[in-house]
């Protein structure tokens, strides 16, 4: 697979709106984008820092994945995610067959109109990975 760049770190909150000041008026960042993912029950709080996004993840019910990392990790970072060069099914393809588990079988929509898939952290040295491309 070729990874261009690290698309965003995506950190886990309680609130959105108490994690806001710390980035915008401590760090200094700009929240310029805040959306709903419905299927995946979370709301994204997307600020830019150069040419990577910090993505701030409050989940919206409590079967949410990101309530679960909180309730058994607390906040901080949740992912860290790559946009691909070749798209996101072939990268899924590609680890699965080096013997990397998926937690996702096939790209699903994501936000910021991307297509996102996960790798498990059980095959990534602990680490939550997803991997993401633009939706054509």
């Not at 790209?107 to 680490?127: D, M, Y």
Request: charged content about 25%; glycine content about 10%; aromatic content about 6%.
């Amino acid at each position: 697979m070729k990874i261009t760049h690290i698309e965003h770190l995506g950190i886990a909150v309680n609130s959105i709106e108490e994690a806001l000041p710390y980035y915008e008026n401590v760090l200094g960042f700009k929240c310029y984008n805040i959306e709903t993912v419905e299927d995946q029950k979370v709301r994204t709080a997307f600020l830019k820092v150069g040419g990577t996004k910090i993505e701030l993840l409050e989940a919206t019910g409590p079967e949410s994945a990101v309530a679960k990392f909180i309730e058994s990790r607390g906040q901080g970072v949740h992912h860290v995610a790559f946009a691909v060069e070749d798209g996101v099914a072939g990268a899924l393809a590609e680890a699965e067959g080096k013997g990397v588990r998926l937690i996702d079988k096939s790209p699903r929509k994501g936000a910021e109109g991307l297509n996102i898939a996960f790798l498990h952290p059980k095959s990534t040295q602990g680490v939550l990975t997803e991997l993401c491309e633009p939706q054509k």
